[in-house]
């Protein structure tokens, strides 16, 4: 089992529709991150959070750090939107534990 | 404006031959990481750099070796001891280290594809 999972592994979206990912870790953390993998493989963080709630845009990620469960929401989705989600929970020295990703794609 | 380049973007190497990966960064910031990814499987790290002459191994060092002269620069060298070399390599700061700073997000390079031939 995965220090770090993520469900769905893939999501196909109409645009509009509104999307959560959901992620659970089984380790201590000081922070989890939220990142978004183009296809061209770079990556861009979204979100850092160790509490509550956080917005930027169309894009809320919640975490409960009694259920060590987050998820990330995109409301009003959009094609540019497709991407790998990925999850990330930080431990000691500053590490990152991954999960595998969601694949998302959102169709016109 | 201020980011992490990695070169080059794509890379061949040939079966016994070792190889170097550039990582720069202009951020200031103390820490350092090199993230391996293979399709269908979460990032993994490979070494891990606070601060400037010192790093540390992560989870699948065997096969690689890095070095960490400057603050700006972390290159990563991929042996010929690694035996399964392919794939995408990711490197990444963050201004944390030995002065943690909390709540400040890492920054990713755009990653060089490694492919043996």
């Known amino acids: 089992k995965n220090e770090v999972e993520q469900s769905p592994q893939n999501l196909t979206a109409q645009e509009g529709e509104f999307i959560t990912i959901n992620c659970s870790y089984s380790?201590?953390?000081?922070?989890l991150h939220w990142l978004q993998q183009h296809p061209g493989g770079g990556i861009v963080s979204l979100f850092m959070?160790?509490?509550g709630k956080k917005k930027h845009g169309r894009l809320i990620a919640t975490i409960n750090i009694q259920e060590k469960h987050s998820s990330l929401h995109i409301t009003a989705s959009h094609p540019r939107d497709s991407a790998v989600y990925i999850c990330?929970?930080?431990?000691?020295?500053?590490?990152?534990?991954f999960g595998e990703g969601t694949q998302l794609t959102v169709n016109p | 404006d201020g980011g992490i380049t990695q070169s080059p973007k794509y890379l061949f190497r040939k079966e016994g031959q070792n190889v170097t990966l550039s990582c720069e960064q202009n951020?200031?910031?103390?820490?350092m990481y090199w993230y391996r990814q293979d399709p269908g499987q979460g990032l993994r790290l490979i070494y891990y750099?606070?601060?400037?002459?010192?790093?540390q191994k992560g989870d699948i060092a065997e096969g690689y070796s890095v070095s960490r002269e400057k603050k700006e620069s972390f290159p990563l060298t991929v042996t010929s001891a690694q035996k399964n070399p392919t794939a995408f390599y990711l490197c990444?700061?963050?201004?944390?280290?030995?002065?943690?700073?909390?709540?400040?997000?890492?920054?990713f390079g755009s990653g060089t594809r490694l492919t043996v031939v």
């Open positions: 990444a700061s963050s201004p944390r280290g030995t002065g943690r700073r909390p709540y400040e997000r890492y920054t």
């Open positions: 380790v201590g953390i000081s922070a």
């Open positions: 959070l160790s509490s």
């Open positions: 990330a929970g930080e431990t000691s020295g500053s590490r990152l534990t």
């Open positions: 951020l200031n910031h103390d820490a």
């Open positions: 750099s606070q601060i400037v002459n010192d790093f």
